[in-house]
């Protein structure tokens, strides 16, 4: 499974990166305007900040919600560096603009999804990744998890190339179970790729260890 993180805070994202652990990053406009990152070229600045520090994919997302500016803002995009993915919207005009990308060889990811059926569609128009939201089904309570393993059925039945990107992950036992259903990638904040570092016994065990030590060393 490979490891993206969800942030636009270049602090986060080297930690990650320097932790050896780290494949992408996913932004979207919210992160960007969390870290105060306003005007066109700050943030196409920004993210070429980001794809210095990282040796992976990175989702940048368009804003225009019709076709012909989904385009225009999206090549110019993945002109910003090799390692640019064009994030795109799950909407009609959406899957068109993937069709298009997916023939000029410009990588795609395909966001807001929320049904096995959208995630067919962004396959068809052959999305590099797709994004299903997991978090925020669950927040209205329905199984995130259950969605991944239905797109996870439905790729392999037909040998998709489209890549499951689980988003809006919110915690370690969330980065688990996608991993056991089989989603290629997860995306989530730095505390919960954190999170996978911690069990009470690894503390336990080293607290004693270095006693121990500490106690045979003054023999």
């Known amino acids: 499974m490979k490891f993206f993180i969800d ?4 602090e986060q994202i080297k930690e990650a990166q320097d932790l050896g652990v780290l494949d992408g990053v996913t932004t979207n406009p919210s992160l960007m305007a969390k870290e105060g990152i306003t005007g066109e070229e700050n943030i196409l600045n920004h993210y070429k900040a980001i794809c210095d520090i990282v040796d992976g994919d990175v989702s940048a997302e ?3 919600t019709n076709y012909e500016e989904m385009i225009k803002e999206g090549e110019a995009l993945a002109k910003l560096d090799d390692k640019i993915v ?20 410009i990588k795609t990811n395909c966001t807001l999804v929320f049904s096995a059926g959208q995630a067919l569609l962004a396959a068809k128009a052959g999305a590099t990744y797709v994004s299903p939201f997991i978090g ?8 995130g998890l259950a969605l991944i393993d239905e797109i996870r059925l439905i790729y392999d039945n ?19 179970n996608c991993a056991k259903i089989g989603a290629d990638v ?3 904040p730095l ?23 500490e106690k045979a060393s003054k023999k």
């Open 191 to 213: 505390a919960a790729i954190l999170a996978l570092l911690k069990h009470p016994l690894t503390d336990s065990g080293l607290a004693q260890f270095l006693s121990d030590h």
């Open 86 to 105: 064009v994030k795109v919207p799950m909407i009609k005009d959406g899957v068109k603009a993937i069709k298009y990308f997916s023939t000029k060889g």
């Open 186 to 188: 997860m995306t989530g």
């Open 158 to 176: 037909y040998a998709f190339d489209t890549q499951i990107l689980a988003a809006s992950v919110r915690h370690s036992a969330h980065i688990l």
């Open 62 to 64: 368009v804003i225009s």
């Open 136 to 143: 925020r089904l669950d927040d209205i309570s329905t199984d």
């Open 7 to 10: 942030t636009a805070n270049l």
